[in-house]
């Protein structure tokens, strides 16, 4: 299984394998708790537990916080998060994130 990013009804690509989203939603989870807890990628989190976010731009932002920790990084997991960064930016209106 893989999954999509979706904006207003219209594919924007794929988005990773069910491994991959798992090694991003790791990632992001291990930043924010060594940032000194959670909070820190709010849009981001939100994005990752519901698969819904209206605001793409905020989570873009907390992307690119976490490429700034990108040694910590598996070099698969920074290409998935720069990849979903890519299609946040084409988004027009709310994404979700679905099965494709």
């Known amino acids: 299984m ?14 990773a394998t069910i491994t991959g989203y798992g090694k991003v939603i790791e990632a992001m989870e291990s930043y924010n708790s060594q940032r000194g807890g ?15 976010s209206d605001n793409p731009r905020k989570v873009a932002e907390d992307i690119s916080k976490l490429l700034t920790w990108g040694e910590h990084l ?18 027009q209106g709310s994404v979700v994130v679905g099965e494709s």
Do not use: C, F, I, W
């Open 2 to 15: 893989s999954y999509a990013l979706y904006s207003e009804g219209k594919r924007l690509g794929s988005l």
């Open 38 to 52: 959670g909070g820190k990628t709010p849009a981001l989190t939100d994005l990752v537990e519901t698969g819904h």
């Open 74 to 91: 598996p070099r698969t997991t920074v290409s998935t998060l720069k990849n979903l960064k890519q299609m946040l930016a084409r988004a």
